[in-house]
């Protein structure tokens, strides 16, 4: 009897020391072997569910540590576990809460992700509530079933079948067509996934960029008001200017039409003399300069110098290069034959002034054998065709 009281005082004393947390912080037996080095990960769930303290923690369903706490932080669960050390878990490790049977225990599962393991996890680390997850609970299959059952959309579902059928009777043809372009539609979408992507990249660093540029942007703005209020105060004038600008447009278009045969039949005249000058375009300043010293050449700066004149001079005395010179399309060419003598006269002859008859003699013209004084008058003036008109009228009809 002494010895249970004894045995009794001892654990009472090292529950006093060890500090009092209910039934869940007393170690059951046969728990997971944490050995002797265990490290402690904290792990943040969006829900709980019934998880508790003492709680197993498995790794491909092998138990490898236990929940040390379970505390609220914030919105989010806060889950610290501690694991055996000799447990070896990448850094990004994805954590998960099960139940052993249907109705059975809540554990805390560690697994490896499905893809890019990274890193070792250690004492201290945090898997964060993106990589964690709860199994769906047997309460809320029963009372979605519940739901659906009582009240739910069973008896509705034989309605909507009835009228789907009712809808798509007759119209299956045009309803596969519509189906197959949507499958159309979805696979472009799918092939330009990238394109569309890429995109969407661009228009985000176009908004990054204005983000970063939205001060000068309001400032021009605030620059262009006054600009902005001009046009406004001058709406009717700039309105007015635009009708005549589409007036004058009409009335350009117009004429251009009109003169459209025109202007081609003068481009095309201009061809030939386009041609010849690109032709002759050497020589074309070469000569330009004797038009602007005309009748001197460009070397006539080397004739006079100080009181005195440089001049060279060449005289052919060849009589037949003197005949040809002077001579050259007057009646007296030697070139000339008798059919060249009869088209001079009668060019001559087209060239003869018409004749003309005066009714009344002007006022100071002498009239034939008269002597030249202020009363003389002409009665009349004949002109004839041909020289002897031509000669009357110089010699002897206007002084």
């Given at each position: 009897m002494r010895r249970f009281a004894l045995a009794l005082a001892g654990t009472s004393l090292a529950l006093a020391g060890c500090g009092f947390q209910g039934v869940q912080s007393i170690p059951l037996p046969g728990g997971p072997d944490l050995g002797d080095d265990p490290y402690k990960v904290a792990i943040e769930f969006e829900n709980v569910l019934d998880l508790v303290p003492q709680s197993t923690v498995k790794v491909?369903?092998?138990s490898v540590g236990r929940v040390e706490d379970v505390e609220l932080d914030g919105w989010r669960a806060r889950v610290t576990v501690k694991i055996n050390g000799s447990v070896k878990l990448p850094d990004n490790a994805v954590a998960r809460i099960s139940q052993t049977t249907l109705l059975g225990e809540k554990y805390v599962e560690l697994s490896a992700p499905?893809?890019?393991?990274?890193?070792?996890?250690?004492d201290g680390d945090q898997i964060l509530m993106a990589a964690s997850s709860s199994s769906t609970e047997v309460e809320e299959v029963l009372s979605a079933l519940s739901l659906l059952l009582n009240g739910g959309g069973?008896?509705?579902?034989s309605t909507i079948t009835k009228e789907l059928n009712a809808a798509m009777s007759g119209r299956e043809q045009s309803i596969k067509s519509v189906l197959k372009r949507i499958d159309t539609f979805v696979g472009t979408l799918d092939k330009q996934r990238h394109t569309i992507t890429d995109a969407l990249d661009k228009i985000d660093r176009l908004l990054v960029k204005l983000e970063a540029e939205k001060e000068t942007i309001a400032d021009t703005i605030e620059a262009t008001e006054p600009a902005i209020s001009v046009l406004r105060q001058n709406q009717k004038d700039l309105t007015k200017m635009l009708v005549s600008l589409e007036k004058f447009g009409d009335v350009s278009t117009h004429v251009i039409r009109s003169s459209k045969k025109d202007l081609l039949t003068n481009l095309k005249n201009l061809q030939p003399v386009l041609k010849n000058l690109n032709k002759a375009g050497?020589?074309?300043p070469e000569h330009a300069v004797s038009v602007v010293t005309f009748p001197f050449t460009d070397a006539f700066s080397n004739t006079v110098r100080g009181d005195f004149a440089n001049m060279n001079m060449t005289v052919s005395l060849d009589f037949e290069e003197l005949a040809h010179n002077l001579l050259t399309g007057t009646d007296l060419d030697p070139a000339l034959g008798e059919s060249l003598a009869k088209q001079g006269q009668a060019l001559r002859d087209l060239l003869a002034p018409p004749g003309i008859s005066v009714t009344q003699?002007?006022?100071?013209?002498?009239g034939v054998g008269d002597e030249a004084g202020p009363g003389s008058i002409l009665?009349?003036?004949?002109l004839g065709t041909g020289d002897a008109a031509l000669q009357s009228l110089l010699m002897g009809g206007l002084s």
């Open positions: 491909n369903d092998v499905e893809q890019g393991a990274v890193g070792e996890l250690s069973i008896q509705q579902i050497d020589l074309v003699t002007p006022p100071g013209v002498l009665p009349s003036i004949g």
